[in-house]
């Protein structure tokens, strides 16, 4: 089964009195696994996607199917599964809580997992731990470095094991070699654990690091 299908997607803005297309029945599918770029020029409608297939946004048609789970079907009650068990999200500006250390952080991330505390903390423990960042911890985001706040975000979007990551111009405040080791680890990550992982960019650094590219235009795949 594939791990993310996305099926003929629109979605349309009003802008005073014209309607303007952001996406034109965009297709297209991710094996786990597989590690995507999602390309094009600002404004070709990448995060408009993103936001869709995370259910932070709704689509006007089509579908979008994460491990047989249909995403723009599900009843508000479900959405807190999606967030946290389905697909994971990576910002572009880590969006790290300030007064949370880094553990607590990303187990914020799990409390509509399911779990009790225990398997909360060591799941964050984990997930921090495969990132690099065990003995960061106890820190605060503000005594990290750019590159360990990325990191954080990572372990944090990935706590729950979800099936799809979502990333939104993840390396756009990554200097080139932070930029470099999170894109491999972010493949590493998706091998290992069949994930499939869509990432927009429009960095050559990333792009050249992935399995395979998707390139938006005017909201169509080009
Ligand atoms: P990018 O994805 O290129 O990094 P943004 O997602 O912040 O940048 O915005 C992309 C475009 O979407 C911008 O032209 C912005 O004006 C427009 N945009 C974003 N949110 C809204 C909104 N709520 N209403 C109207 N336009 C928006
Ligand atoms: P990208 O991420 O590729 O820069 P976006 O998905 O942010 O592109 O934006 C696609 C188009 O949709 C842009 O023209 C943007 O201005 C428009 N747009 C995005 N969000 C909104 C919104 N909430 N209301 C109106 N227009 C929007």
Same mark, same amino acid.
């Given at each position: 089964m594939a791990?993310?299908?996305?099926?003929?997607?629109?979605?349309?803005?009003?802008?005073g009195a014209e309607a303007f297309t952001a996406l034109d029945k965009v297709s297209f599918t991710i094996q786990p696994g597989e590690l995507v770029a999602l390309t094009g020029p600002s404004g070709s409608g990448k995060s408009t996607?993103?936001?869709?297939?995370?259910?932070?946004?709704?689509?006007?048609?089509?579908?979008?199917?994460?491990?047989?789970?249909?995403?723009?079907?599900?009843?508000?009650?479900?959405?807190?599964?999606?967030?946290?068990?389905?697909?994971?999200?990576?910002?572009?500006?880590f969006h790290l809580v300030p007064g949370l250390n880094a553990l607590e952080n990303v187990e914020l991330s799990l409390l509509n997992a399911g779990l009790s505390k225990a398997e909360r903390r060591a799941r964050a423990a984990e997930a921090l731990r495969r990132m690099?960042? &065990?003995?960061?911890?106890?820190?605060?985001? +503000?005594? =990290?470095?750019?590159?360990?706040? $990325?990191r954080v975000a990572v372990a944090r979007a990935l706590a729950a094991k979800p099936s799809v990551v979502l990333a939104d111009e993840p390396t756009a405040a990554l200097d080139r070699a932070?930029?470099?080791?999170?894109?491999?680890?972010?493949? &590493?990550?998706?091998?290992?654990?069949g994930? +499939?992982? =869509?990432?927009?960019?429009?960095? $050559?650094?990333?792009?050249?690091?992935?399995?395979?590219?998707i390139r938006l235009e005017n909201g169509a795949l080009s």
């Amino acid at each position: 089964m594939a791990a993310l299908h996305v099926q003929d997607l629109s979605k349309r803005y009003t802008r005073g009195a014209e309607a303007f297309t952001a996406l034109d029945k965009v297709s297209f599918t991710i094996q786990p696994g597989e590690l995507v770029a999602l390309t094009g020029p600002s404004g070709s409608g990448k995060s408009t996607l993103l936001n869709i297939i995370a259910g932070y946004d709704q689509a006007d048609d089509g579908s979008v199917v994460v491990n047989g789970f249909d995403v723009t079907r599900a009843k508000p009650a479900d959405m807190d599964v999606l967030r946290t068990r389905t697909v994971g999200f990576i910002f572009q500006q880590f969006h790290l809580v300030p007064g949370l250390n880094a553990l607590e952080n990303v187990e914020l991330s799990l409390l509509n997992a399911g779990l009790s505390k225990a398997e909360r903390r060591a799941r964050a423990a984990e997930a921090l731990r495969r990132m690099g960042l &065990a003995e960061h911890s106890a820190r605060r985001p +503000a005594l =990290l470095s750019g590159g360990q706040q $990325q990191r954080v975000a990572v372990a944090r979007a990935l706590a729950a094991k979800p099936s799809v990551v979502l990333a939104d111009e993840p390396t756009a405040a990554l200097d080139r070699a932070n930029a470099e080791s999170l894109m491999d680890q972010l493949a &590493a990550l998706a091998r290992e654990n069949g994930m +499939a992982a =869509l990432v927009s960019t429009h960095d $050559q650094r990333c792009l050249d690091r992935v399995d395979r590219v998707i390139r938006l235009e005017n909201g169509a795949l080009s």
